[in-house]
């Protein structure tokens, strides 16, 4: 993690020093794909306000993490997007160059009648090893948790998952009562099920009627996230194929984003931008090292 953390920060420095404007093409376009949540925090938003500052639309397409990275990579699309970093020892991602844009939050859902409200971290992870697996251990209904899961292991908020509360990127969740295809059916299956929980990304999770629960006393809000008070948050990344290999119209739109108007429309968009918030990087490596310490990688693979 510190490797990557240390790539991303350089990548970010490097852009936010660039000085140089790129010319764009006024008669072209840009193709983005990738990950939903990034897409819901603050793409559509960047992208209108881009295309009202130099008349370039940006295509904005789906997919997830995976997809925005590798497609990228392959040069299918322009730009990707991405909740997590690039995975190592996977070739197809090797070339892929990210850029950290702004900070988003997992967060911890439940149906709106659902009377518990705060959790603590620890008991989220035994929730997910089906060590609690009653409301009534919760301080709720005598009902069994109907645990919702994004079925495999590298998607954005499983991965992020895996390392902030296990500190273990192949965890089993053995206490997951439904695996499902992608984040979208996990908030679908909960704001449906009274019994329901699950985690998914705080940008997607406001636009659905569910209650975002509390995590060790604290809510997602803006200013928890960009405080760091809020435990659970994670960087989000636009991706190319490479620094160098990138056009200009690539570049500049990613200047874009990280310059004082684009920062702003991200924060309009409700998401913390990347540079207003530099000192979540440390404190995430205290946070996993911490976790590691405690010992909890050992008590998940028990």
């Known amino acids: 993690m510190v490797k990557s953390v240390s790539i991303f920060t350089f990548s970010l420095l490097l852009c936010l020093s660039t000085t140089t404007t790129y010319a764009a093409n006024q008669n072209s376009s840009l193709i983005w794909a990738g990950c939903g949540i990034t897409k819901k925090a603050f793409m559509a938003e960047l992208a209108k306000a881009y295309e009202k500052k130099t008349g370039i639309t940006v295509n904005l397409n789906g997919g997830?993490?995976?997809?925005?990275?590798?497609?990228?990579?392959?040069?299918?699309?322009?730009?990707?997007?991405?909740?997590?970093?690039?995975?190592?020892?996977?070739?197809?991602?090797?070339?892929?160059?990210?850029?950290?844009?702004?900070?988003?939050?997992?967060?911890?859902?439940?149906?709106p009648k659902n009377p518990v409200k705060s959790i603590s971290v620890r008991q989220l992870q035994k929730i997910y090893l089906g060590e609690i697996n009653n409301w009534r251990q919760l301080g709720g209904w005598d009902h069994p948790i109907e645990l919702y899961v994004r079925r495999g292991k590298i998607s954005g908020v499983g991965r992020t998952l895996r390392e902030l509360v296990f500190?273990?990127?192949?965890?089993?969740?053995?206490?997951?009562?439904?695996?499902?295809?992608?984040?979208?059916?996990v908030e679908k299956g909960v704001q449906s099920n009274v019994y329901g929980i699950g985690t998914t990304g705080i940008s997607s999770a406001k636009r659905r009627k569910v209650t975002l629960l509390q995590l060790n006393g604290k809510s997602p809000t803006y200013e928890n996230i960009k405080n760091g008070s809020y435990v659970l948050y994670r960087p989000l990344y636009l991706v190319t194929r490479g620094q160098q290999s990138a056009d200009n119209k690539v570049k500049d739109f990613i200047t874009f984003a990280l310059s004082r108007q684009g920062r702003e429309v991200i924060r309009k968009a409700g998401s913390v931008p990347y540079s207003d918030a530099m000192g979540l990087v440390m404190k995430q490596l205290e946070q996993y090292d911490k976790a590691t310490e405690h010992g909890l990688t050992q008590t998940s693979q028990n």
């Open 64 to 111: 997830g993490a995976t997809k925005g990275i590798r497609n990228a990579v392959k040069g299918q699309i322009d730009i990707g997007g991405a909740c997590r970093p690039i995975i190592e020892g996977h070739p197809e991602e090797r070339s892929a160059y990210q850029v950290p844009v702004a900070w988003d939050a997992l967060a911890v859902i439940v149906h």
């Open 167 to 185: 500190a273990n990127f192949q965890q089993e969740f053995p206490g997951a009562k439904h695996v499902v295809r992608s984040s979208g059916p």
